[in-house]
């Protein structure tokens, strides 16, 4: 548990969240019983949670926004009318579909953050696709965020419980020509 009560967050995480804009909106996808939900709300960020699971849904509903919704099989929900709603950061700790990437992208704003930590094989028994083939490859991640810059990249082999891990935090360009300027670096 960490200070607040909020369970393990993910070091991935909790290293990169200074990259999202003071008072920023943040979307946890697959968000769980919400403790990066609850972590980015204890620092004054509006969250919107979505989850297939009904008890994630009432976990996180005094937090901010919770959508319940299967994302493996239904369509994205969280529109403005005919735009993908945009946010801040888009936090994933869980796997992504790949049908799903290039919405998850659309979804982080201007100037945001993408935060992504996936465990593509091992002994994971929750929150595995009921399709493999929905797991994204690492050079099919990093080509998707091609537009994007990385700040952050990892891909290694953990022991306890062993599985792969692939991590990767990008910001997407401000649209007001501060793209052209070099990123800011971030030691690893």
Same mark, same amino acid.
């Given at each position: 548990m960490d200070a607040h009560g909020l369970g393990p967050i993910s070091d991935w995480v909790r290293r990169w969240s200074h990259l999202v804009p003071t008072g920023g909106s943040v979307l946890d996808i697959a968000c769980g019983h919400g403790r990066h939900m609850?972590?980015?709300a204890?620092?004054?960020h509006a969250v919107t949670g979505v989850d297939r699971s009904v008890e994630a849904i009432h976990a996180v509903a005094g937090v901010g926004e919770a959508v319940?919704?299967?994302i493996e099989n239904n369509p994205w929900p969280l529109m403005n &009318?005919?735009?993908i709603r945009q946010f801040s950061a888009v936090v994933v700790t869980?796997?992504?579909w790949r049908p799903l990437f290039p919405v998850i992208v659309q979804s982080v704003a201007p100037g945001g953050?993408?935060?992504y930590e996936t465990f593509s094989q091992g002994n994971e028994t929750v929150g595995k696709p009921s399709n493999p083939e929905f797991l994204l490859r690492p050079a099919e991640l990093l080509q998707s965020l091609a537009t994007m810059r990385i700040i952050g990249f990892e891909e &290694?082999?953990?022991e306890d419980?062993?599985?792969f891990v692939q991590r990767i935090v990008t910001a997407r360009p401000d649209l007001d020509g501060s793209a052209d300027e070099p990123p800011a670096r971030y030691p690893l």
């Open positions: 609850k972590w980015f204890t620092r004054g319940l919704t299967d &009318g005919e735009r869980n796997y992504l953050v993408l935060i &290694g082999f953990l419980p062993p599985r």
